[in-house]
């Protein structure tokens, strides 16, 4: 009964550092999401995969990268870490839309960045 | 575009004190609405959503309308625990470009103390 798995749940970085964070979900759903949460800002979408084979920018893509590597794994690549990525980041995933329309996303329990 | 406003916390409440989180929505389309619950070190765990206009969303007591002609989704609770303390986040869901865009307010951290 995992839902949705994260990997790490915390790691610190140096400035200019790459590293990936690694989500799985084994809900069988077609669309992942990645969130970035910042305190008074509520979640903000990074970059989505409505459906195994497309990935999508988001409200705050700058800086980052993904790969959706099948219908369980999306994964969330910083290439250069800079300070400003500090924060705490949520993969998602959900029903498609045509799936009877909105259904709610699941959560993972978050990666806390640092970033010196 | 679209957006979610909800009261500011923190919200701090006497365990069995009645509690209402304001949460007010712009959207240009026929959103579907939702509350999730944050508990600390955890993600976010959908508490309730309602669909189209006049739903009523319930679960664990907490109970919440969609109401269109005020654009509103305030959340309710009778008597609250001290369980409950957690951060709860309204959000809109709508199509956009093929995908389910949610759009989440900022967070409203609740406390109950005993």
């Known amino acids: 009964n995992a839902g949705v798995t994260q990997t790490p749940k915390f790691q610190v970085l140096k400035t200019g550092q790459s590293m990936t964070l690694q989500c799985a979900q084994d809900?069988?759903?077609?669309?992942m999401y990645w969130y970035r949460q910042d305190p008074g800002m509520g979640l903000r979408l990074i970059y989505y995969s409505a459906s195994e084979g497309t990935t999508d920018k988001g409200e705050v893509p700058n800086g980052y990268n993904v790969s959706r590597l099948n219908k369980r794994e999306f994964s969330l690549r910083l290439e250069s870490a800079a300070p400003s990525q500090t924060s705490v980041y949520f993969c998602?995933?959900?029903?498609?839309?045509?799936?009877?329309?909105?259904?709610?996303?699941?959560f993972g329990d978050g990666t806390r960045l640092s970033i010196l | 575009g679209d957006s979610v406003t909800q009261m500011e916390g923190p919200v701090t409440l006497s365990e069995e004190a009645f509690l209402t989180i304001n949460c007010t929505y712009t959207?240009?389309?026929?959103?579907?609405l939702f509350w999730y619950v944050q508990y600390p070190g955890e993600g976010l765990q959908l508490l309730l959503k309602a669909t189209k206009a006049d739903d009523k969303g319930s679960n664990k007591g907490f109970e919440a309308t969609y109401r269109k002609e005020t654009t509103s989704f305030h959340l309710e609770k009778g008597s609250v625990q001290v369980s409950d303390s957690a951060v709860y986040f309204c959000?809109?869901?709508?199509?956009?470009?093929?995908?389910?865009?949610?759009?989440f307010g900022t967070g409203t951290k609740l406390q109950v103390i005993p």
């Open positions: 809900m069988n759903h077609n669309s």
């Open positions: 959207a240009t389309g026929y959103p579907s």
């Open positions: 959000a809109l869901s709508d199509r956009e470009r093929g995908y389910q865009k949610v759009t």
């Open positions: 998602a995933s959900s029903e498609a839309w045509d799936r009877g329309g909105n259904q709610p996303q699941h």
